[in-house]
């Protein structure tokens, strides 16, 4: 955003900020404001991906706006107005702080919600791997079973036969 200034100004005027009319000075703060704003949306969505390193970052950019409003508001309002504008600024730091930490228990909430679904479904997959390992094993039991009374049942009919062989033999 690109605030204009009147010819008339001079460097030194420009420099201190003294020489700035009270709409040129509404929007700067507008504009610091909304840079804020979106500060505030870019650290919920960054803590939602645990990227620290990235949200220390906007901490220091949106400490740096705290600042940055607060110096503006300082020197282009009196005493009275600047009282007025604190609690202004307060009020605005009150309600971000209450809409982070809304965010923020609703990210809590969906991630609990999450972790709920996840250890559900964890259960239920465990729960069908011992269904289906007990039917394998109890399947193969059986299998071996009617595997070890049939070789049972062929040796005892070839020693039979053998049997009478030697016998007819002798």
Do not use: P
């Amino acid at each position: 955003m690109k605030i204009k200034f009147r010819r008339h100004q001079t460097e030194d005027a420009l420099a201190n900020g003294k020489d700035l009319s009270r709409k040129e000075v509404d929007e700067l703060l507008l504009s610091l404001k909304q840079q804020l704003e979106e500060v505030d949306e870019e650290i919920l969505f960054i803590v939602e991906r645990n990227d620290y390193v990235q949200l220390v970052q906007l901490l220091k950019r949106r400490k740096k706006l705290y600042n940055l409003i607060t110096a503006v508001e300082a020197s282009h309002e009196g005493e009275d107005q600047s009282q007025s504008n604190d609690k202004g600024l307060h009020e605005y730091l009150k309600d971000s702080a209450i809409f982070t930490s809304a965010k923020g228990e609703e990210m809590i909430d969906k991630w609990c919600e999450a972790l709920d679904k996840f250890n559900d479904g964890s259960q239920q997959s465990l729960s069908k791997t011992v269904e289906w390992s007990h039917s394998m094993f109890s399947k193969g039991n059986q299998l071996q079973h009617q595997l070890g009374r049939s070789m049972v049942r062929q040796t005892a009919r070839s020693l039979n036969i053998l049997a009478h062989m030697v016998h007819r033999k002798s």
